[in-house]
């Protein structure tokens, strides 16, 4: 069996969404109202965050976080991120970062990629992982293409992960069989809730988040030929909220019976309720 590096060099695939728990539509327009719209870790990728840290823990390893903004979040929030066990955090704006399907995504996150691991002089990056899916998008589209653009092996909906040597075990729950599969690495891994419960981070991991280095790239810095392709096949139309109206009826009267039936036959005759 081969021995691991002496240093493991792992890249997890962030993204900062809107918290669907928070998000609350325009009054005017019935869209969601992102300008206001509180920012957190997408709940699968603090799933890879963790993942990392467990391989980071166990095997050394060098940790470096991944994602793209149309618009930066919040310092907080990206110090959460890193608390979590990065080592370091690159953020790639670049203008199809909001609108861009799995395709575009993961195009550009394969120039990242490959950019920064030249920053850090490494022909390769060991292990990728990313969450399954996005709290808003939830295509699960992007780690499979990126495996593709990077030519590496996929290996999707990861409950449970180890490291033999160089080569990556890895427990997959599907129907219900559960797969035990080997990889040699380099290879992408995507996980989900299943794979582990993510620690909040203790107290030095957050004092020293705001030490490590938030680094950003731009378009310009990945002047790859592809990218210039890179156009979304899928087109997002819009969303909104179903508009809500209170009747505001009120129904009078000192007898509880009488009041019952005039609710319920109002609630009959307006479809609400049926016998």
């Known amino acids: 069996m081969k021995e691991l590096p002496a240093e493991l060099a792992i890249a997890v695939c962030v993204k900062f969404t809107p918290d669907p728990e928070r998000l609350r539509p325009d009054p005017a327009t019935g869209q969601p109202d992102l300008a206001h719209a509180a920012y957190h870790?997408?709940?699968?990728?603090r799933n890879a965050l963790e993942a990392a840290l467990f391989l980071k823990e166990r095997h050394g390893a060098r940790v470096v976080g991944v994602t793209l903004v149309e618009h930066e979040p919040p310092r907080e929030v990206l110090l959460r991120a890193v608390a979590a066990g990065l080592?370091?955090?690159?953020?790639?704006?670049?203008?199809a970062a909001g609108a861009g399907d799995g395709l575009v995504t993961a195009t550009l996150l394969a120039a990242a990629l490959e950019e920064i691991g030249a920053v850090y002089e490494m022909r390769r990056w060991d292990l990728v992982l990313c969450g399954d899916a996005s709290d808003d998008g939830y295509d699960g589209q992007v780690g499979p293409r990126l495996a593709q653009a990077l030519g590496i092996v996929p290996v999707t909906y990861?409950?449970?992960?180890?490291?033999?040597?160089?080569?990556?075990?890895?427990?997959?729950?599907?129907?219900?069989?559960?797969?035990?599969?080997?990889?040699?690495?380099?290879?992408l891994v995507t996980v989900g809730a299943e794979t582990n419960t993510p620690r909040l981070p203790h107290l030095m991991r957050i004092l020293e988040a705001g030490h490590k280095p938030i680094e950003r790239l731009t378009w310009a810095d990945l002047a790859h030929a592809e990218?210039?392709?890179?156009r979304p096949a899928l087109q997002s139309l819009g969303a909104s909220a179903p508009v809500s109206r209170r009747r505001r009826t009120?129904?009078?009267?000192?007898?509880?019976?009488?009041?019952?039936?005039?609710l319920v036959r109002r609630l009959l005759a307006a479809g609400e309720v049926s016998l």
């Open 41 to 45: 870790t997408n709940e699968f990728d």
């Open 87 to 95: 080592d370091a955090l690159y953020l790639v704006s670049h203008p």
């Open 158 to 187: 990861a409950t449970g992960l180890e490291l033999r040597g160089t080569t990556l075990v890895a427990r997959r729950l599907l129907e219900e069989c559960v797969y035990v599969v080997e990889a040699d690495l380099p290879a």
């Open 227 to 230: 990218l210039e392709q890179a």
């Open 250 to 262: 009120v129904i009078q009267g000192e007898d509880p019976q009488m009041l019952a039936r005039s």
